[in-house]
């Protein structure tokens, strides 16, 4: 993974030199706040201000619409070691790091360059600063907008990673929703910054995923039979509330299954101020096999009735929501098909990937690899 800080131009001496640093090495999808993977939430260590351990629990008699399909992740890949070495090849000079330096910015396998020649600037000041940790590793230039502004200086934006807060499927976990993700690739899960968290309350029944993945389980609520009813959803959204307070602050969401109906429910319910009020805007969302409260209610002979709404999400979808979205949607998905095409149509100009799978976190074709990376190029300017 490589985070690429462009700099004016400057003249710099082609000689390599050794910058040597025995710290240790990072896994891929590394969270500056931990190491090793990116943050993942367990409410049995970690304690928010609502006591998930204590809030009361509902059966559930039903699976819909909140089960997820099997996944295969691929192996990872570790960062090695070894010193940093500064190289020229043409006009461009590249220092490539394979050592964590000073406990900042820049990371193991990173890349910092610029463009040598004989304009003025302050490359040299922020190649350093890059080098000393005082240059985040959310940040990043592409190489076509150095210089757009001439005279050698640095007026581009320089872009921030996206920071998404994640929510995993139904009886599934913070852990699994990681694995099914890692699916993706590299070159779309490198320009995110993704921030797991399992659900507050244990599965109260038999979960989809248990031949694919090993326990514990988690729910984020409950619901009754012909889904008219739900039970703890406002003490779940005051749990999701209560670590973005204490874990962000968080630009979107990103939801799978369960996760992506409450994830699709935010914006409106904090917009009407009825939740999510003490917290930042929620900038963009990310639906994956997600639904919409009071959609269409799926069973044996098709989509027959609606489905209920907790009562703060009574009016989320009153309005068209001008949140933007990327909703993936399974043509196959027999849960949440429909009511995901439902939700589609509930907000303003969404980006839509329809697959040929079902209820599952898929591997992207290559066409729809592009509209997730164009898409995260339009919010991260937001």
Not at 91 to 99: A, F, G, Q
Not at 231 to 250: C, L, Q, R, S, V
Not at 266 to 279: E, F, I, R, Y
Not at 356 to 362: C, E, K, L, S
Request: proline share 8%; hydrophobic share 30%; aromatic share 8%.
């Amino acid at each position: 993974m490589y985070s690429q800080i462009q700099l004016p131009k400057w003249t710099l001496s082609t000689n390599p030199f050794p910058i040597r640093n025995p710290c240790t090495t990072r896994t891929r999808l590394a969270n500056p706040r931990r190491t090793g993977n990116n943050h993942v939430y367990n409410p049995k260590t970690e304690s928010l201000a609502s006591d998930e351990n204590g809030l009361p629990h509902h059966n559930a008699k039903s699976n819909f619409p909140f089960s997820t399909g099997p996944v295969s992740p691929p192996p990872r890949r570790n960062g090695g070691g070894g010193s940093a070495a500064l190289e020229r090849k043409g006009n461009k000079i590249s220092l490539t790091v394979p050592d964590k330096i000073n406990g900042g910015g820049v990371q193991p396998g990173d890349v910092v360059f610029a463009t040598t020649g004989p304009s003025a600037g302050s490359g040299k000041s922020t190649l350093l600063d890059a080098l000393a940790g005082r240059v985040g590793r959310s940040t990043r230039q592409s190489e076509d907008e150095i210089g757009k502004t001439g005279k050698g200086d640095t007026e581009s934006p320089i872009l921030k990673k996206p920071k998404l807060l994640c929510l995993h499927g139904f009886r599934t976990s913070s852990k699994i929703l990681q694995k099914q993700l890692e699916k993706w690739p590299e070159s779309v899960l490198e320009r995110l910054d993704l921030d797991f968290i399992d659900a507050p309350f244990p599965a109260q029944g038999k979960s989809e995923v248990e031949d694919l993945f090993d326990p514990p389980y988690y729910e984020w609520f409950q619901y009754s039979e012909d889904y008219t009813e739900y039970y703890n959803f406002e003490e779940t959204i005051a749990y999701i509330e209560d670590y973005m307070i204490k874990h962000g602050p968080f630009d979107g969401i990103l939801g799978f299954s369960q996760g992506g109906v409450i994830a699709a429910s935010m914006p409106g319910m904090q917009s009407n101020g009825v939740a999510l009020t003490t917290v930042p805007k929620i900038k963009y969302l990310i639906i994956i096999s997600g639904g919409i409260f009071g959609g269409s209610t799926p069973s044996s002979n098709g989509y027959l009735g609606h489905i209920g709404s907790p009562v703060l999400c009574a009016d989320s979808f009153s309005s068209l929501v001008k949140c933007p979205s990327l909703h993936i949607i399974g043509e196959k998905d027999t849960f949440m098909g429909l009511p995901g095409t439902e939700l589609v149509e509930s907000f303003v100009d969404p980006v839509v990937i329809k697959h040929r799978h079902g209820h599952a976190v898929i591997r992207p074709n290559p066409t729809d690899r592009a509209t997730i990376l164009s898409f995260i190029e339009k919010i991260e300017k937001i």
